[in-house]
């Protein structure tokens, strides 16, 4: 079945900078990619997705990139801010998974002052 | 996105006892799922909760264990039924409006079992 695996498991950056999370997946049918952010305490939030047929896709400070050849897709966030602070979960769908969500294992982004 | 609510929104239970929460949806939605996340983990599909049939159970959950019902389809219930401690946890039922594979979370349910 699908595997998602995510790397770092811990970011921690410079108020300003820009931060990358990075995911693969194992399911080369897999079709819809979204991304996460969970607040302390809070539920999951969708904060952008990408599907198969495009290969980035961006919304102000953020922006999701699809390599299908490398089965890989990366969460670009530029000009972090404080608020930004929280756990990111990348995870996959389609394939053999259908409509479930194949989630990774999460990022903890820490935005340093 | 649809407007999810999750009842309760915490409880502290005794061993042995069962508890039900609520997922109520304020439009109707395809399906339905009940995850579970332990602390500083990622999330775990529980089952997806089918409208007039049985949920689909994933693997390591049971019916026994987690019945789950949903009458209509802007409602969900999931019971944890004679709990332990390793129950504790933060339950969230999640849905799929249908207009695309775009899932969105109910506020979760963070249960203690003593």
């Known amino acids: 079945g699908e595997n998602v695996e995510q790397h770092p498991s811990t970011l921690s950056v410079q108020e300003g900078d820009s931060a990358v999370i990075k995911c693969t997946y194992s399911d080369s049918a897999s079709n819809y990619f979204p991304w996460y952010k969970q607040e302390l305490g809070k539920r999951p939030q969708l904060i952008i997705d990408i599907r198969s047929n495009v290969g980035e896709k961006k919304d102000q400070r953020i922006a999701v990139t699809l390599n299908k050849t490398a089965k890989h897709f990366s969460l670009h966030i530029t000009e972090t801010q404080p608020e930004d602070s929280a756990v990111y979960f990348c995870a996959a769908s389609g394939g053999d998974s259908n409509y479930q969500l194949i989630w990774g294992a999460g990022t903890k982004l820490i935005i340093k002052p | 996105s649809a407007v999810i609510s999750q009842k309760p929104s915490r409880d502290i239970c005794q061993r042995g006892t069962s508890l039900t929460i609520q997922c109520q949806v304020d439009s109707q939605v395809t399906m339905m799922f009940w995850y579970r996340q332990q602390p500083g983990q990622s999330l775990t599909l529980i089952a997806t909760a089918n409208q007039g049939s049985e949920a689909t159970y994933e693997s390591g959950f049971v019916i026994d264990k987690f019945p789950i019902s949903r009458p209509n389809l802007t409602f969900s219930t999931l019971t944890v039924s004679n709990m332990s401690p390793e129950d504790s946890s933060i339950y969230l039922c999640?849905?799929?409006?249908?207009?695309?594979?775009?899932?969105?979370f109910g506020p979760g349910t963070r249960l203690t079992v003593l």
């Open positions: 999640s849905v799929r409006t249908g207009r695309g594979n775009e899932q969105f």
